[in-house]
């Protein structure tokens, strides 16, 4: 069965900072992972995708996550983090099940910026 | 053009009755999915459906939730003889074939 572990619950950082959120996933086939975040009162949004080719791959708002198979992780990065990004960051895995893709969550990781 | 709709926003209910929340998918997306957020449980999987039917109900809490899909469009989500414990955000998202999920906005559930 799928799951997902998104080891830090609240993370705290500093504006203009770097940011890393981790993510590791359990799926016995080639996963296809994801990113949404979840701002107060919202629904959510995604960030980005990996489905397969270049492991390295570019999302909305400067995010970027690297797949590495050898580690089963899927970390979500992002160079200079901005006020803005307050918010909670869901990873995903997903398995197509007859032409329909049932996500797992990992619990989320609340990002909180300090000025 | 527009997104994934659902109402109400917001429903208070009292223990025991029934009620229902809406999902509007993206015009054209075949796959659509229900998911419930809660302080407890975070994230889960309730039921998605195929076009008009659904392949996987494993995830829905108990018998007294129960979901449809009529047209291929609309769906329904149904909880029966609400209780405190079915308080939580749900979540509604639709997709085309083999391709990310596009979510509502949710509909915040409060038992009392």
């Known amino acids: 069965a799928q799951s997902v572990t998104q080891p830090d619950i609240h993370i705290t950082v500093s504006e203009g900072a770097s940011l890393e959120l981790r993510c590791n996933y359990s799926y016995g086939a080639t996963p296809y992972l994801f990113w949404y975040v979840q701002s107060p009162g919202q629904g959510l949004q995604l960030l980005l995708k990996?489905?397969?080719?270049?492991?390295l791959v570019q999302g909305i708002k400067g995010f970027e996550a690297e797949f590495k198979r050898s580690q089963s992780s899927f970390n979500l990065r992002k160079p200079s983090v901005h006020w803005s990004d307050a918010a909670e960051y869901f990873c995903a895995v997903g398995a197509l099940i007859q032409g329909a893709q049932k996500l797992v969550f990992g619990q989320g990781t609340r990002l909180t910026i300090n000025p | 053009g527009a997104g994934v709709s659902q109402s109400p926003s917001n429903k208070v209910t009292e223990k025991g009755k029934d009620v229902e929340l809406r999902c509007d998918p993206i015009s054209g997306h075949t796959a659509l999915y229900w998911y419930r957020q809660s302080l407890g449980q975070g994230l889960e999987f309730l039921i998605y459906f195929q076009g008009n039917s659904a392949p996987d109900k494993s995830g829905l809490p108990s018998d007294r939730f129960s979901a449809e899909r009529t047209g291929g469009s609309v769906s329904t989500l149904t909880i029966q003889r609400t209780q405190q414990e079915d308080s939580a955000v749900y979540l509604c998202?639709?997709?085309?074939?083999?391709?990310?999920?596009?979510f509502g906005p949710g509909t915040r559930l409060t038992v009392t």
């Open positions: 998202a639709s997709s085309s074939v083999g391709v990310e999920q596009y």
């Open positions: 990996y489905f397969s080719g270049d492991t």
